[in-house]
């Protein structure tokens, strides 16, 4: 039997992204230890990504936005009312890497779990519920004009910036002096267009050091931190048996972290983002920078999907 030659495909609207089935995952919170559980349901056109606390007498719905960034000393917490989810990055960096508008995650405690230390469990969860594609345009803040926050001087100081680019990237540079860090590279560059978020960055894990773990369990947090779920060193060496996972993985970690800080906003930014020895509180002043400035920013969709950057109209692959 011969097949006909498939017809070309027709202009189509590059289109928002949920779940096609809901997926579950339980683990241990990185500071309370506590034992979590979490429900990644689909959401309709426009939901955004939303963390719907289920253990409390009602629930409360906490949405993604800049402004709901609360607390960013360890990690990232959002907050609204009392309700709060700590640790929300790793899994912002799934839904980005991957494309994903519209979630509600039902959560039992108010840390998201940990569970390896990176970003590819969530990644494995997302994938696994299949990804739907909905009846409405996927929407882009596109960054206009360069906008950059500083801190510190000298030996503290941090930068972060976001300018125009037709895509999306990031470059992060760490400084860290130690043995270890040293001896891997210190900078790194994505580019979602040419990259592989699943491969080249969702497996990076968190790390710690032995002298920061003590410190922090003595003042109850970390508490579910081990070697299970990061990458643990002492002054000379990483602890863990099967050593690390890429060669930069450190760096490529912080690109982790800025991809879930920078996609609390609420959109996928088209943009490329530069930083130096920047985290989780430098990130979050950067988009409250950009949203400040009207002139630095719009929105916009693609009516014709070929018209988007490269590595957002297609679907990513696992792995
Ligand atoms: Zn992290």
Redesign the pocket.
């Known amino acids: 039997m011969r097949h006909a030659p498939r017809a070309p495909k027709i202009t189509a609207v590059l289109q928002q992204r949920t779940l096609k089935s809901i997926s579950r995952a339980v683990g241990v919170g990185l500071h309370s230890g506590q034992r979590v559980e979490l429900t990644l349901r689909p959401a309709p056109v426009d939901t955004g990504i939303v963390f719907r606390r289920v253990d409390l007498p009602e629930p409360v719905d906490i949405r993604m936005t800049a402004e709901a960034v609360t607390d960013t000393r360890l990690?990232s917490t959002i907050s609204t009312g009392g309700a709060k989810v700590q640790t929300v990055?790793?899994i912002m960096s799934a839904c980005a890497g991957l494309g994903i508008d519209n979630l509600i995650i039902d959560i039992t405690a108010d840390e998201v779990p940990i569970l390896d230390g990176s970003a590819s469990s969530f990644v494995f969860l997302l994938q696994s519920a299949g990804i739907e594609l909905q009846k409405a345009a996927r929407k882009f803040i596109r960054v206009t004009r360069q906008v950059e926050v500083r801190e510190g001087e000298g030996a503290n100081e941090k930068w972060a910036r976001l300018a125009p680019y037709h895509g999306y990237k990031l470059a992060f540079e760490i400084d860290f002096d130690h043995r270890v860090v040293n001896s891997t590279g210190q900078r790194v560059e994505f580019d979602l267009g040419s990259g592989s978020y699943s491969r080249d960055i969702a497996r990076a894990r968190?790390f710690g050091f032995t002298k920061e773990v003590e410190y922090m369990r003595s003042k109850g947090l970390a508490l579910g931190g081990g070697l299970d779920n990061a990458i643990v060193m002492d002054d000379t060496k990483v602890l863990n048996a099967g050593g690390l996972r890429y060669d930069d993985e450190f760096v490529k970690?912080k690109i982790?972290?800025a991809m879930g800080d920078l996609y609390i906003v609420g959109h996928p930014l088209l943009a490329a983002y530069t930083a130096f020895r920047s985290g989780h509180a430098l990130n979050n002043k950067l988009l409250r920078e950009l949203l400040l400035h009207e002139d630095a920013w719009e929105i916009v969709t693609f009516d014709d999907a070929r018209q988007a950057p490269a590595g957002f109209a297609e679907i990513a692959r696992a792995w």
């Open positions: 990690a990055e790793h968190t970690h982790l972290d």
